[in-house]
Structure formats: C-alpha cells, structure tokens
C-alpha cells in the first residue's frame, strides 16, 4: 500500500511510562515544562474537581455543599474553598488548562486569587510584570 498525495503524517515524540502500573503517555520534554518549571498535576484536579462540584449544584444533583462534602469524604469547608476554583477568569483558566502554563503560586494562593476581579488574575496568578 502507498500513501496518497493526501495523505498527511503526523510525528509527535511521546513516551509511554509505567506509573502506579498504569501506562501513562507523557508529551515531549520541551512540551513538559516551561520557565523552568512543571505544571502540577494537583491544579488541573483541583479544577476539575471544583467544575464538577459547581456542576452538580447547578444542575441540582446535589442540593448543598455538605452533601457533595460527604459523598467525596471531605469536609464541607474544603469543598467550599476549592470551588473558588471553578470561579477563576476565563482568561486564567486557559493559560492553566489549555496550554498548561504553571502558576507562580501554590493552590492555596490560587484559590485566594480566585476572589479576586478577573482583570487582575493573569498578572497574580503567572507573575507578569512590565519591565
């Protein structure tokens, strides 16, 4: 069989490794980490976490936060303060989510920044500065 001239290839450099007995497929090195530093994994499930917390209320699958703070074996004020998270700008949750960019700070501090007006999250959230 030969390809096509329509026929359009795509090389991406992945690595399969074994974590926890899983194979987990990691992307490039040059992919995994900028400014230095990785993102963590505990911030995209924070987030996801928050999302399907604010989802269930939304949708009334779970009528308060003390019901999901039982169903998930957590306390209601953890869940409480990490739903802040589901709040964070559209701005903020992209450069987190999307192109996986890792925040300047930790995730309690991340979830502080959620109160905050969204115009000022990207710079509290990534540090940007003008210099």
């Known amino acids: 069989m030969t390809a096509s001239s329509e026929t359009i ?3 991406i450099p992945l690595t399969i490794r074994k974590r926890n007995g899983r194979p987990k497929i990691l992307p490039p090195d040059d ?10 994994p505990h911030v995209l499930r924070a987030i996801a ?6 989802r269930q209320l939304e949708t009334g ?22 739903m ?6 559209p ?6 989510v999307i192109r996986r960019v890792p925040p300047a700070l930790s995730l309690n501090d991340l979830v502080a920044v959620a109160d905050q007006p969204w115009a000022e ?6 540090e940007l500065s003008e210099t």
Do not use: C, P
Request: glycine content about 2%; aromatic content about 10%.
């Open 9 to 11: 290839r795509v090389f």
């Open 31 to 40: 992919m995994d980490q900028r400014n230095g530093r990785a993102q963590d």
């Open 49 to 54: 976490r928050a999302w399907s917390w604010r």
């Open 61 to 82: 699958t779970a009528s308060t936060i003390q019901d999901m703070a039982a169903a998930e074996k957590v306390s209601d004020r953890f869940v409480s303060r990490m």
């Open 84 to 89: 802040r998270l589901a709040y964070l700008s």
């Open 91 to 96: 701005e903020v949750l992209e450069h987190l």
């Open 121 to 126: 999250q990207m710079d509290m959230v990534f």
